[in-house]
């Protein structure tokens, strides 16, 4: 095994995100990506300088701050301490890039978060855009308590919190293990209750359009799990940073009826999925993503090996909890494979399946869902 170059970094325990220089935000992402690399690969990149941060402690209460950043130890770039550190919250927390209307967050892919073809799964591409959205909302400055779950400040104060009704997807292209990409995000109102949300996802060094999506959202009392009407002081906060753009053109919108299946209707059938503690987010509910994996569970595992998901819609339906038992039901809207040609089966290039997430106990409803696959292209 390769050894790997230690790179220490100390923090301050408190951010204070300001405007940030990014002169140094870029510097500092390249110090922070060159951690990715072996010794051995580092002096494989030719031509390229190394990175290598020097702590120095601070007597201002003891923390522990980097400021100086080591180059080639040809000489030393003096940075000044709260820049890096703003240049550290931008890449790990994202930053502004048009005004403040829209909110731009990196992610490199690691290698927990691929699939067998080392590629990025649905489930981690809808936990970027999550972990977007939940850090564009303190950023505004309208968030409420540390505590809260990306609740602005008048929502906390009526215990209201924002949960999902819809959301549709398109990816064109997965990311695959290392690359580096971008998530934009925004948002703007939707009807007299509600918000939507859109997402822009591009490859970091191309700037390659690999993935969109839009959401619904409204608010729901934390303490009795009802619905709530959008206050207005909580749609004065987000008035000035309300964005009409959409991600996905509205001719492009998926807004017809997912239709429910049934047990004579459905062709596949996993029963018995229970969700874990682990599985729960900070407003006790499951965690929207961890339906993805639920709902793929009843579909054919040919499918998930030869397909790639190229568009899915979610409505969700009901909250699920820890004591639920879940069913996860699937159905193509027509066969799988077409034609044949001398006596083989040519499977049909592009696929659409419903699905239905359930209560095992009351077939009560959590998920609908469509979804569209596209053939993988073979490797030569």
Request: glycine share 6%; hydrophobic share 35%.
């Amino acid at each position: 095994m390769a050894a790997t170059t230690n790179i220490g970094l100390q923090f301050h325990t408190n951010y204070v995100t300001n405007k940030v220089n990014m002169n140094i935000a870029v510097k500092a992402r390249d110090v922070l990506k060159m951690g990715l690399y072996s010794s051995d690969q580092i002096n494989k990149l030719d031509k390229k300088r190394r990175f290598l941060l020097v702590g120095n402690l601070s007597s201002n209460g003891g923390s522990h701050v980097v400021n100086k950043i080591n180059v080639m130890k040809e000489n030393v770039i003096d940075v000044p301490k709260e820049s890096l550190e703003d240049a550290i919250v931008a890449i790990s927390r994202g930053r502004f890039v048009e005004d403040k209307f829209v909110y731009r967050q990196n992610f490199v892919v690691r290698s927990y978060e691929i699939g067998p073809d080392r590629t990025v799964t649905m489930e981690t591409l809808m936990s970027f855009l999550q972990e977007t959205a939940l850090n564009h909302v303190p950023s505004l400055g309208t968030g409420g308590p540390g505590d809260d779950f990306g609740v602005t400040l008048e929502m906390s104060l009526r215990k209201l919190i924002w949960v999902v009704t819809r959301i549709q997807v398109q990816v064109h292209r997965y990311s695959k293990w290392g690359d580096e990409i971008e998530v934009d995000t925004w948002f703007d109102v939707a009807g007299k209750n509600g918000m939507r949300r859109d997402w822009l996802v591009r490859d970091h060094n191309t700037k390659e359009v690999i993935a969109r999506a839009t959401s619904t959202w409204v608010v729901m009392n934390k303490e009795t799990r009802r619905l709530s009407k959008l206050p207005d002081e909580v749609k004065q906060e987000g008035l000035p940073f309300n964005f009409s753009r959409r991600a996905i053109a509205i001719e492009e919108t998926d807004t017809e009826r997912i239709e429910k299946l049934t047990d004579d209707t459905a062709e596949g059938i996993r029963s018995g999925m229970a969700p874990r503690w682990n599985d729960m987010d900070a407003n006790l509910h499951v965690n929207n993503v961890k339906y993805i994996g639920w709902m793929l569970e009843s579909v054919p595992k040919e499918v998930l090996k030869e397909y790639n998901m190229s568009s899915m819609t979610l409505e969700y339906r009901r909250e699920c909890t820890e004591s639920d038992l879940l069913e996860s039901m699937t159905s193509p809207a027509e066969k799988v494979t077409g034609d044949t040609n001398n006596n083989s089966i040519i499977p049909k290039s592009n696929l659409q399946y419903s699905h239905l997430l359930r209560l095992q106990d009351n077939n009560g409803e959590i998920l609908r869902a469509r979804t569209q696959w596209h053939l993988k292209q073979k490797k030569n």
